[in-house]
C-alpha cells in the first residue's frame, strides 16, 4: 500500500502518468484503504455519497496528501476538508470507476462508433451515485492528459486522467461540476513537451472568441415539434421535388442597434418569414461551427461539434431550426472536413504528433489557405468526421450538408507544384483515402434513411460525384446526393458580363452547359464566392448601363430558375445588391424601397412560386426527360429555348431573348398545338421592366408560335390545353 517515495513525488508535482493507481479507495489486507490530494487542507475526514462517515485520513504531505483506512468496501468517497480556518467538501474523483466500457473500447478501435459525440468530449452524467461531468479525449501519444479549467484554477496537477491504453483515449469523471464551466486539455507530448491547452475536439459549446476554451453543456433541453416536415422529407426524392436554397452568412444577413450578431432567437424572428415570404425551400448557412477568425466566415473551425457563442446559446440554433421546420422551410449546413486551422488551442499537433493531419507537408499542410489537411487514412480521424456529420443532423435536425472544398480532397496536387506532393501507390493523383473517406461518409448519412441529402461543392470533372456510393459500385463514386454545377455558374456569369453585341460569338457559353446537365444531379449555384474579394455583386456583373444591368439580371435569374438542376441564390442578391458582399456589415436592406431593387425580389418570390407549384419545372430536374431544345441554334440573336417537361405534367417553354433588341413576332416551335400561357415574364413593369409581352399568352398552331420576345428578357409559356 505504500508506494516510492519518486512516484508521491511524481504525482505532487504533476508528473505521474496514472495517478488513479495512488489516489481513491482500495482493497488492503487489512480492509478499505484510502488515499487523496487535497491542497490547502490540514483535516480530510472520509464519508460516504450520503454523508456517512468513513474515519479520518491522516496527512502525510504538506502538499495536502492524505491517506489511511476507512469504513466498509471501496467505494466513490467525499471529503469534509479544513485547512487554515476554512471547510469545504470535495468528492473524490479518483473513487471513481471509468464511465466508458468495452463495447466502447471495441467500436472506438474499429472506427465504427457512430455515437461518438455521446461518448467523447465532456457530458454531464450521474455515476456511481453522483453527479458530475465525464470527459474523455483522443491523445493516444501523450504522456499525460489532465483536464484543466474554472473548477480547478486551471492547474494542470489537478486531474489527471485515466488513460485506456488500448485506444489512446483518456477520461475522467468529475463530480460536482456542472454546465456552463470552462475547460481545456493540458496534455504532455511524447517527447514530455507541455502542449499549448488544446480545446475539446467534440466540445458542444466554446467561449466567444477572442477566448477559445470550452464549456461544459448540459443534455439538450429542447422539446421537438418538426415531426411533419421530417416525415415529409424522410418520404420524397430530393431531386424530383423543389428545391431552392437561400445562401445565408448568420453573422452578416443583419446586425442588431448595436451592430453587433442577431441571436438565433432574433435571426428566427426575422429571417424564417423573410425566407418564407420569398419562397426558398431551404436556408443553407455558411459554416456556423465555432471558429476563431470571423474573415475565414466559418471554414477554418475549431470546433466541428458547436455552434457558435456569436449566436448565443446551442439551444438557439435548435429553436431556430425548428422554428424552420415548422414554417416549411429546411436547413442545411455548409461542412468543412477537407482542412482545419492551425490555432495552437485546435486540432494541430494535438498531442504533440500529426495526430489528425500528416506529419509530411506535401499530404498534411494546405498551400492556399495555410491549414492543415486531415489524414483521411487514419480510421480514428474518418470516424471523427463522420460522427460530425451525423451528429448535426441527429442534435439539430438539420435536413442536409454541403461539403466544402471536396476537390481540394480528391487530389493530391490540388494546388501544389511539382515535387510539392506525393503520388498515390499507383504513380496517380488521385486521394483514395479521401475518397473512400468520402464514400464511407455518405454511406453513413444516407444509411439513416431520414430524409437528410449531401452536397458536394466539387469544381472539377471527377466521375460519379453523385453516384451512389455502394460497396461494390465503382470505386470513383463519392455517394453526394448532389453537386454544385461550378461550370455552369462559372459560363453563364461570363456570358451574361458580355456586352450583348459580342454574345453572337459566345453562344457555345450557353449551350455547352446542356451537355452534360445530367451527368450528376446538379444544383445551380451562385453563392457568395461569386460576389467577394473584388468579384463586386452579381448586378454589377451585368453588361450594360443600369437599367440593361437590371434587365440582364432578371433574364437571368429567370433563365436559371427555368434552367435544369435545383437551384441556389446567396443572400442580397435576391434584391440584386449593388455592393460585394463583406461579413462586416448587414445587407443593404434600405434598397428594398427603391422599385429596381423591389422588383428584382418580387421576380424571385415569383419564380420560387412558380418553381414550386410547377412540377414541369423541377420533378425532373436530374434527368434529361425533363429537358428538350426548341431552338439551341439561333446565335445570331442571342435567343435560347427550350422544353421543361414532367410526365403527366403540362410543359413549359423557357425562351431567352438576351440582346436588348426586342423581337416581335418571333417563331418558337412547340410540340403541341393550342393555348401557352405566359405564366412569367421577366421584363414585367411589376419587376421594373418596360412591359412587353404576350398579353397573357400564345395561340400555336401547326408546330409553333408567334411570340414577342422583350429585351433582354427571359419569359416562360406553359401549355393550357
Known amino acids: ?87 469545504w467538501w470535495v468528492t473524490d474523483p479518483y473513487s471513481f470507476g471509468p464511465v466508458l466500457g468495452p463495447t466502447d473500447d471495441y467500436l472506438i478501435a474499429e472506427g465504427s462508433h457512430f455515437r461518438l459525440y455521446d461518448k467523447m468530449g465532456a457530458h454531464l452524467i450521474a455515476h456511481e451515485g453522483a453527479s458530475g461531468v465525464h470527459f474523455a479525449v483522443w491523445a493516444p501519444n501523450a504522456r499525460r492528459v489532465s483536464v484543466v479549467g474554472d473548477f480547478n484554477d486551471w492547474n494542470d496537477t489537478r486531474h489527471v486522467m485515466r488513460r485506456r491504453s488500448d485506444i489512446g483515449v483518456w477520461e475522467i469523471f468529475l463530480p460536482d461540476v456542472g454546465a456552463g464551466r470552462s475547460y481545456k486539455f493540458a496534455i504532455v507530448g511524447p517527447d514530455g513537451t507541455l502542449q499549448p491547452l488544446k480545446a475539446d475536439p467534440f466540445a458542444f459549446a466554446a467561449e466567444l472568441r477572442p477566448k477559445t476554451a470550452s464549456i461544459t453543456t448540459a443534455p439538450p433541453a429542447h422539446v421537438w415539434g418538426d415531426d411533419a416536415h421530417r416525415a415529409t422529407w424522410a418520404k420524397v426524392d430530393p431531386r424530383r421535388v423543389p428545391v431552392s436554397i437561400y445562401e445565408v452568412h448568420a453573422g452578416s444577413w443583419d446586425k442588431d442597434e448595436n451592430g453587433w450578431y442577431l441571436s438565433w432567437d432574433a435571426l428566427a424572428d426575422r429571417l424564417i418569414p423573410y425566407v418564407v415570404d420569398l419562397g426558398f425551400t431551404h436556408i443553407e448557412f455558411m459554416p456556423i461551427s465555432e471558429h476563431p477568425y470571423d474573415p475565414s466566415w466559418g471554414y477554418q473551425t475549431t470546433g466541428l461539434y458547436a455552434p457558435s457563442a456569436r449566436f448565443g446559446d446551442p439551444d438557439g440554433f435548435a429553436r431556430f431550426v425548428d422554428g424552420a421546420h415548422r414554417a416549411g422551410v429546411g436547413v442545411l449546413l455548409d461542412w468543412v472536413p477537407a482542412h482545419f486551422p492551425v490555432d495552437p488551442h485546435g486540432l494541430t499537433r494535438f498531442d504533440g504528433t500529426a495526430l489528425y493531419e500528416h506529419e509530411d507537408p506535401r499530404l498534411g499542410f494546405h498551400p492556399d489557405w495555410n491549414t492543415a489537411i486531415y489524414n483521411f487514412g487514419r480510421r480514428e480521424v474518418r470516424s471523427f468526421l463522420i460522427n460530425n456529420a451525423l451528429f448535426w443532423p441527429e442534435r439539430y435536425h438539420v435536413d442536409g450538408l454541403r461539403v466544402d472544398a471536396v476537390a481540394s480532397m480528391l487530389y493530391r496536387d490540388y494546388s501544389r507544384e511539382a515535387g510539392e506532393w506525393i503520388p498515390n501507390e499507383d504513380g496517380g493523383r488521385e486521394n483514395w483515402e479521401a475518397v473512400s473517406f468520402l464514400r464511407e461518409m455518405n454511406r453513413a448519412v444516407y444509411g439513416k434513411d431520414d430524409g437528410v441529402f449531401t452536397v458536394a461543392e466539387e469544381s472539377t470533372s471527377w466521375p460519379g460525384v453523385s453516384m451512389p456510393a455502394f460497396e461494390e459500385g465503382p470505386r470513383e463514386a463519392l455517394g453526394f446526393g448532389f453537386k454544385w454545377n461550378m461550370g455552369w455558374m462559372h459560363d453563364t456569369l ?21 451537355v452534360y446537365a445530367f451527368d450528376e444531379n446538379f444544383v445551380l449555384p451562385l453563392s457568395h464566392d461569386e460576389v467577394v474579394h473584388g468579384k463586386g455583386s452579381l448586378l454589377t456583373k451585368m453588361a450594360g448601363d443600369d437599367w440593361q444591368q437590371f434587365a440582364n439580371l432578371r433574364a437571368y435569374y429567370a433563365f436559371m430558375w427555368g434552367y435544369p438542376g435545383k437551384k441556389l441564390l446567396f443572400m442580397g442578391q435576391e434584391f440584386a445588391q449593388r455592393q460585394e458582399w463583406s461579413e462586416e456589415r448587414a445587407l443593404d436592406w434600405h434598397l428594398g424601397h427603391s422599385a429596381a431593387h423591389g422588383g428584382v425580389r418580387k421576380l424571385v418570390r415569383d419564380l420560387n412560386r412558380l418553381y414550386r407549384d410547377t412540377p414541369a419545372l423541377h420533378a425532373r430536374d436530374c434527368e434529361p426527360e425533363g429537358f428538350e431544345w426548341l431552338i439551341g441554334d439561333d446565335s445570331a440573336n442571342s435567343v435560347f429555348a427550350w422544353l421543361r417537361k414532367a410526365p403527366g405534367e403540362q410543359p413549359v417553354a423557357v425562351i431567352a431573348n438576351l440582346t436588348p433588341v426586342a423581337r416581335a413576332p418571333y417563331r418558337i416551335p412547340l410540340p403541341q398545338d393550342g393555348r401557352w400561357r405566359e405564366i412569367i415574364n421577366s421584363d414585367a413593369h411589376d419587376y421594373w421592366g418596360s412591359g412587353l409581352g404576350n398579353l397573357g399568352g400564345v395561340e400555336a398552331k401547326d408546330g409553333a408560335a408567334w411570340v414577342t420576345l422583350p429585351p433582354l428578357a427571359t419569359v416562360m409559356l406553359q401549355f393550357d390545353g
Do not use: C, N
Request: glycine residues 14%.
Open 1 to 87: 500500500m505504500k508506494p516510492p517515495r519518486g512516484a508521491i513525488a511524481a504525482l505532487l508535482e504533476g508528473r505521474h502518468d496514472d495517478p488513479f493507481s495512488l489516489l481513491g479507495t482500495f482493497a488492503g489486507p487489512q480492509g478499505t484503504f484510502g488515499r487523496a490530494w487535497i491542497p490547502g487542507a490540514e483535516t480530510a475526514e472520509a464519508h460516504d455519497l450520503a454523508g456517512k462517515p468513513l474515519g479520518a485520513l491522516t496527512r502525510i504531505e504538506d502538499a495536502g496528501l492524505f491517506e489511511g483506512p476507512i469504513a466498509g468496501d471501496p467505494q466513490p468517497v467525499k471529503y469534509k476538508a479544513q485547512g487554515f480556518g476554512a471547510e
Open 494 to 514: 461570363q456570358y451574361f458580363a458580355r456586352e450583348p453585341v459580342h454574345r453572337r460569338h459566345h453562344h457555345g457559353e450557353i449551350t455547352f452547359g446542356f
